[in-house]
């Protein structure tokens, strides 16, 4: 057994703790002979989980200039909501025929009746696009707690893993706000100063910075044309950060919450482009795109299986690597694992040198375990209860589009 204390604020207050057990694997896949998983003991049915779409971006090019206003008055009109559109190629007398609209929690049976009436008042030059959308999956203790929703946000930031694009450079790293000593920390320690001692420190689990769950958590970059996530403790609603306003809310409604705003680039990549395209879109298959969830799993070393300080550094090397694991979860063991391969590349001379001289040979590279995934298995239990939630979204999205 082993067990993470989970801390709210950077002043480790208001302590849950989240507990794994060992579970040896099954399998006669060669990446996972000999060797075991963590899960954690956490039970699932005891939330309720929801997809939602928090809001999309709609993009059309009309066929005369008109002022924005005159645009928010009709749909206005239609909705009883203020929408404000955004011109996009503002020109003389305020007019614009390019406005990109962001419709919040959009019911798209109202969005269609909008975009039907812009078209017959002003012409559209070209169907409707899509430009961004905004996806979030709901977690909702069925017995409202603050530790159910730590519990919960702490398997989420452990075992979200949505494909390795995400490691490609480090300002997409996993990162917390606020931070547990800086305003944001990232959940694995960095060198930006030094080469070799970064590398030095992606391996080390000693410096990690576990994410607090009172924070958000975020990986990707904003703004990015693909994709960027958020995980939170979400206990406000319709925050006014100008005005300095809040609304707390009641705690049926508090949950855990992981979104994914897609750019353009990920809107295509699901099979986004027209509006109209909402009426087919899978959303079930955003699943294993964006919403991936995975278990780390370690090598057994067993008694005689090596030689004794053979078998000692296997031992602590899985042992940093669990402990990497507790820490940062499965992004920041690929992290380490990165880390690893980098540092072999670079003493790869050094070590040919040394067989050389000593009549060996380089000992070949471990293959098993070297596909897109690592060592690492599906979180089956969590991606169902994932794949429900989108289906059941999918199920919304195409009654309001009318299919």
């Known amino acids: 057994m082993h067990q993470v204390i989970l801390y709210r604020d950077k002043g480790n207050t208001e302590p849950v703790t989240l507990r794994y057990t060992e579970q040896t ?23 309720q989980c929801r997809a939602v779409v928090d809001w999309i971006d709609i993009d059309f090019e009309l066929s005369r200039r008109t002022q924005y206003w005159h645009l928010n008055d009709r749909v206005e009109k239609l909705t009883g909501r203020k929408e404000y559109p955004e011109a996009l190629d503002l020109g003389e007398g305020k007019t614009a025929t390019r406005y990109r609209l962001r419709v919040q ?118 703004d990015h044309p693909r994709a960027f996530w958020r995980i939170q403790n979400k206990v406000l609603d319709k925050q006014n950060k100008a005005a300095g306003t809040r609304d707390e809310l009641s705690d049926d409604k508090k949950r855990i919450r992981i979104e994914v705003t897609l750019g353009h680039e990920g809107c295509r990549e699901i099979g986004l482009e027209n509006y109209s395209d909402l009426e087919t ?95 690492m298995i599906a979180y089956e239990e969590l991606t169902r209860m994932v794949e429900r939630a989108l289906a059941g979204l999918q199920r919304t999205v195409r009654k309001e589009m009318g299919v």
């Open 25 to 47: 694997l099954r399998s006669s896949q060669a990446r996972l002979i000999n060797r075991m998983t963590l899960t954690p003991q956490i039970d699932l049915e005891a939330y």
């Open 105 to 222: 929690e959009p019911d798209f049976q109202y969005v269609r009746k909008v975009l039907d009436e812009l078209e017959s008042v002003y012409g559209f030059v070209a169907p409707a696009t899509i430009s961004g959308i905004e996806i979030s999956i709901d977690f909702y203790p069925k017995t409202p707690s603050e530790e159910a929703r730590a519990q919960m946000h702490g398997v989420l930031v452990r075992h979200f893993f949505p494909t390795t694009r995400v490691l490609r450079s480090n300002r997409m790293w996993p990162r917390f706000m606020p931070g547990s000593v800086d305003k944001t920390d990232y959940t694995v320690g960095r060198n930006d100063s030094d080469d070799s001692l970064d590398i030095v420190d992606r391996m080390t689990p000693g410096i990690d910075r576990p994410a607090l769950y009172g924070s958000t958590y975020y990986v990707g970059e904003r």
């Open 281 to 375: 879109l899978m959303i079930t298959r955003l699943q294993k795109g964006f919403f991936q969830f995975m278990k780390p799993t370690f090598a057994i070393i067993r008694p005689g299986s090596a030689r004794p300080g053979s078998a000692t550094v296997k031992l602590k090397v899985e042992e940093y690597r669990r402990e990497r694991f507790l820490n940062a979860g499965v992004l920041g063991l690929q992290i380490r694992e990165d880390a690893r391969e980098e540092l072999r590349a670079l003493e790869m001379r050094k070590i040919r040198r040394w067989h050389r001289t000593s009549g060996s040979k380089v000992p070949p590279k471990m293959r098993s375990g070297a596909g897109a995934y690592g060592t």
